[in-house]
């Protein structure tokens, strides 16, 4: 018996998500995430200029 490689968990995991929370949320869901990766890549870029801010100060 093989273990699926990269495509077929993704394909698995599409299924699960479809069974568990029905095709009418899916796109309220990546709607959700990507928000959310949004926000989280703006706290990052926020946080490195801070540093790099500080670390200026301190020279």
Same mark, same amino acid.
């Given at each position: 018996? =093989? %273990? /699926? !490689? !990269?495509?077929?968990? *993704?394909?698995? *995991?599409? *299924? %699960?998500?479809? &069974?568990?929370? !029905? +095709? @009418?949320? *899916? /796109?309220? $869901? +990546?709607?959700?995430? !990507?928000? +959310? ?8 870029? $926020? +946080? @490195? @200029? @801070? =540093? &790099?801010?500080? &670390?200026?100060?301190?020279?």
């Amino acid at each position: 018996m =093989l %273990i /699926p !490689g !990269g495509y077929e968990w *993704i394909f698995i *995991i599409l *299924i %699960i998500v479809v &069974i568990i929370f !029905g +095709a @009418k949320k *899916i /796109p309220e $869901l +990546a709607r959700s995430f !990507g928000k +959310a990766t949004s926000e989280f890549e703006k706290a990052r870029i $926020l +946080a @490195k @200029k @801070k =540093l &790099i801010n500080f &670390i200026m100060q301190i020279k």
